[in-house]
C-alpha cells in the first residue's frame, strides 16, 4: 500500500496561473516532507520542504502547504512558468523508517502552457 | 561544481549475469544513497550510507543485492544473478550531512535485463 500519494498523474496549466500540486500520505509519524522537480533524462532535483511543526513554507514562486489533520500537502507555484514544466515528486520522511529512507510518491507531470 | 555521477548510464545484461553499478557522490557529502525507479514510480529507497557505514538496508529486495561504500566516497551497487524483474533505473544520491533530508540525485543508470 501506498504510504505517499499523487492522485493526479498530470496537470495542464497556462503561463501565469498558479499550479497546484497535491500529495496525500497515510503515515502519521512522517514529520519532514520534500518536493522534488525532474526533468527528463536527469535525476530528481530537490525543490523545497517543510518539517511537520510548520504548516507553510515560501521560498519565492514556490509555497508548500501541509494540512496534518488531513494528511495532505500540496504545492503552488505562482505564477507558473513554461520552465517549471517538469514531473513533481512528493516525498516523506520519518515514518518510521531511518532518515534516510525517502518515501516518494508516484510524481504528477506539470506543463505549462505559454 | 560536479553534481552526482553514476557509470555506466545505460546496462544492457543477460539474464543471470552480475552488474556492478557505481556511483560517486558530490565531493565531501558525508551520505549516499541508492533508489530504484520503474517507469511511472517515484524512487523506491533501496538502502543508505553514512560514510562507509552502512545505516539501512532494508530496501534491498532480495540477498541479490548488496552495496558497499569502502571508503567513504564511491559506491558499488552489485547485483548478482540478474533476473528480468531487475530491469529499471536505479539512482544514486548523496547529501552533505548525516541527517540531511534534502538528497542531490545523480542522472542514474538504466539497467535492462534480457
Known amino acids: 500500500d501506498q504510504q505517499v500519494k499523487q492522485n493526479s498523474p498530470s496537470l495542464s496549466v497556462q503561463e501565469g496561473r498558479i499550479s497546484i500540486l497535491n500529495c496525500d500520505y497515510t503515515?502519521?509519524?512522517?514529520?519532514?516532507f520534500l518536493w522534488y522537480k525532474k526533468y527528463p533524462a536527469e535525476g530528481p532535483t530537490f525543490l523545497i520542504s517543510?518539517?511537520?511543526?510548520?504548516d507553510k513554507n515560501e521560498d519565492g514562486r514556490f509555497t508548500v502547504f501541509l494540512n496534518k489533520s488531513a494528511k495532505h500537502l500540496s504545492l503552488h507555484i505562482v505564477p507558473s512558468q513554461p520552465g517549471d514544466s517538469a514531473v513533481y515528486f512528493c516525498?516523506?520522511?520519518?515514518?518510521?523508517?531511518?532518515?534516510?529512507?525517502?518515501?516518494f510518491g508516484k510524481g504528477t507531470k506539470l506543463s505549462v502552457k505559454p | 561544481g560536479a553534481g552526482v555521477s553514476q557509470s555506466p548510464r545505460y546496462k544492457v545484461t543477460k539474464r543471470g549475469q552480475d552488474v556492478a553499478l557505481r556511483c560517486d557522490p558530490i565531493?565531501?557529502?558525508?551520505?549516499l544513497y541508492w533508489y530504484r525507479q520503474a517507469l511511472g514510480q517515484g524512487p523506491e529507497f533501496l538502502t543508505y550510507?553514512?560514510?562507509?557505514?552502512?545505516?539501512?538496508k532494508s530496501g534491498l529486495p532480495n540477498d541479490r543485492f548488496s552495496a558497499e561504500r569502502p571508503e567513504g566516497s564511491i559506491s558499488t551497487l552489485t547485483i548478482q544473478r540478474t533476473e528480468q524483474r531487475d530491469s529499471a533505473m536505479y539512482r544514486c544520491?548523496?547529501?552533505?550531512?548525516?541527517?540531511?533530508?534534502?538528497?542531490?540525485f545523480g542522472p542514474g543508470t538504466r539497467l535492462t535485463v534480457t
Open positions: 544520491a548523496s547529501s552533505p550531512r548525516a541527517g540531511s533530508y534534502e538528497q542531490y
Open positions: 503515515n502519521s509519524m512522517f514529520d519532514y
Open positions: 517543510i518539517s511537520s511543526i510548520k
Open positions: 516525498a516523506a520522511s520519518g515514518g518510521g523508517g531511518s532518515q534516510g529512507n525517502l518515501i
Open positions: 565531493s565531501g557529502h558525508v551520505s
Open positions: 550510507f553514512n560514510y562507509e557505514a552502512q545505516q539501512d
